[in-house]
């Protein structure tokens, strides 16, 4: 079964204190692995989508990275307004249309 | 230049209630997603519309969910006879063509089945 796992569940960084989450996911045939963003009472806010492999896309603090198994998305030297809940999602060649869902990190940033 | 919207922003139902949530997409955008976002769970798919195709009904978790899709614009989620565990978060997500593009969602729709 196609499955997402994200983790740690929760994360407190001092502002300026880099640091990693971690998306693992199992399916079938990767077609996609995309990163959201999530502020309390809002949709999620696209971030990256990855595709293959060795693949690295960066924006401001964020860079996330892909293998065969997981994905990572590394924080340098967070700001308070990054905090949020970061989602990660997978789209499997044999589920066409679906997208997989993990249930996030719940990141802090504190001052 | 608008994103995409849902209404209403919060509905309070009694149980046993229909109830109706829209969702209107980014202006172009071919493929609309139906998502159910409870406390402590993942995003959950729940259906997809692609152009004048068919729609792909396969995540709606019982009959008395449906959907429709009017002139390949705006979207209607009805949920039949609400039950208390129908309470969560119903997002909608519009992608510019088929289904491996980013998501643009809209803010939700907080659904409280008392």
């Known amino acids: 079964e196609d499955q997402v796992t994200q983790s740690p569940e929760a994360l407190r960084l001092q502002e300026g204190e880099s640091s990693s989450l971690n998306c693992s996911y199992t399916?079938?045939?990767?077609?996609?692995l995309f990163w959201y963003r999530q502020d309390p009472g809002k949709g999620p806010e696209f971030l990256f989508t990855?595709?293959?492999a060795g693949e690295e896309k960066e924006k401001e603090r964020l860079k996330a990275t892909l293998t065969k198994k997981e994905s990572f998305l590394h924080i340098t030297a967070p700001k308070p307004e990054d905090s949020a809940t970061y989602l990660c999602?997978?789209?499997?060649?044999?589920?066409?249309?679906?997208?997989?869902f993990g249930t996030g990190t719940s990141l802090t940033v504190i001052p | 230049g608008a994103g995409v919207s849902q209404s209403p922003s919060n509905k309070v139902t009694e149980k046993g209630k229909d109830v109706e949530l829209r969702c209107d997409p980014i202006?172009?955008?071919?493929?609309l997603y139906w998502y159910r976002q409870s406390l402590g769970q993942g995003l959950e798919f729940l259906i997809y519309?692609?152009?004048?195709?068919?729609?792909?009904k396969s995540g709606l978790p019982s009959d008395r969910f449906s959907a429709e899709r009017t002139g390949g614009s705006v979207s209607t989620l009805t949920i039949q006879r609400t039950q208390q565990e129908d309470s969560a978060v119903y997002l909608c997500?519009?992608?510019?063509?088929?289904?491996?593009?980013?998501?643009?969602f809209g803010p939700g729709t907080r659904l409280t089945v008392l």
């Open positions: 997500a519009s992608t510019r063509s088929g289904a491996d593009n980013e998501q643009f």
């Open positions: 399916v079938s045939g990767l077609r996609g």
């Open positions: 990855l595709y293959s």
């Open positions: 999602a997978v789209q499997a060649a044999n589920t066409g249309n679906q997208f997989y």
């Open positions: 202006s172009g955008h071919t493929a």
């Open positions: 519309f692609q152009g004048n195709s068919a729609p792909d």
